[in-house]
């Protein structure tokens, strides 16, 4: 892989639905000098019909290797339309890329100081790992680790960034792909399109049954605005 900048950057922000959101993003993009993105806003949550639902959402598989049930706790029409916009995203860049490093960013994302400049560093050591599908950069993840007592195996330090690699993963507020990984994934996906947990939930499963490497890094980049109570959560 070497590509040592991000191709192209991917945010998920529905401008209708979600005005304070969108114009805060707009507000740190410009703050931040970031002119290669692309907003996604290809479902809303109440644009989920029973249609939609039936099509993709066939089991709870992954939903019960973290202890849920479809029955007892179903999907929202939140998670559902996140997951198929993430997808989006993916698909995205599947049709328009061959190669790169993407960064897929969701609407409550809040960017550290010097986040690009972080960023670049983060994409350029990253060049030292050779397994890696997907990075998460996000505070979200970090905070749900230490909930759990982790880290608990010894970090890669490469530079300035410290990268874990462990078999767990919650919260997608930012997540960088390598081309390999959304090829990987999408095909996964697309053979039997079945949205069976959350997109944090299912990309934590499909890592721990697949060839498939998910790292997150510290010092974290973004901070989730839903977890810091800055935005109320639209998932449920």
């Known amino acids: 892989m070497s590509t040592t900048s991000i191709t192209k950057i991917y945010i998920i922000v529905n401008k209708k639905n979600e005005e304070s959101r969108y114009d805060n993003l707009i507000k740190q993009l410009q703050i931040h000098n970031i002119k290669?993105?692309?907003?996604?806003?290809?479902?809303?949550?109440?644009?989920?019909?029973?249609?939609?639902?039936?099509?993709?959402?066939?089991?709870?598989?992954?939903?019960?290797?973290?202890?849920?049930?479809?029955?007892?706790?179903?999907?929202?029409?939140?998670?559902?339309?996140l997951f198929l916009n993430h997808i989006e995203c993916l698909t995205n860049i599947k049709n328009k890329f061959d190669d790169g490093i993407f960064l897929i960013l969701e609407s409550d994302a809040l960017f550290t100081d010097n986040f690009n400049m972080n960023l670049q560093e983060v994409i350029q050591n990253s060049a030292c790992i050779n397994d890696w599908d997907i990075i998460n950069i996000g505070a979200g993840q970090k905070k749900y680790m230490a909930s759990l007592g982790y880290p608990k195996t010894k970090a890669i330090n490469v530079k300035s960034t410290n990268f874990y690699k462990e078999n767990i993963n919650r919260c997608t507020e930012a997540l960088i792909w390598n081309y390999a990984a959304v090829e990987k994934?999408?095909?996964?996906?697309?053979?039997?399109?079945?949205?069976?947990?959350?997109?944090?939930?299912?990309?934590?499963?499909?890592?721990?049954?697949?060839?498939?490497?998910?790292?997150?890094?510290?010092?974290?980049?973004?901070?989730?605005?839903?977890?810091f109570n800055v935005f109320k959560s639209h998932l449920r």
């Open 36 to 81: 290669n993105y692309e907003f996604i806003d290809h479902t809303w949550g109440s644009e989920i019909t029973e249609e939609i639902r039936n099509e993709y959402v066939k089991s709870d598989f992954s939903m019960r290797r973290h202890g849920r049930s479809m029955k007892e706790k179903p999907l929202s029409n939140g998670e559902i339309s």
């Open 185 to 227: 994934f999408l095909t996964n996906f697309y053979t039997n399109k079945d949205i069976d947990g959350p997109i944090d939930t299912k990309l934590d499963v499909f890592s721990s049954t697949n060839d498939f490497n998910i790292y997150w890094c510290n010092p974290e980049l973004v901070y989730q605005g839903s977890i």
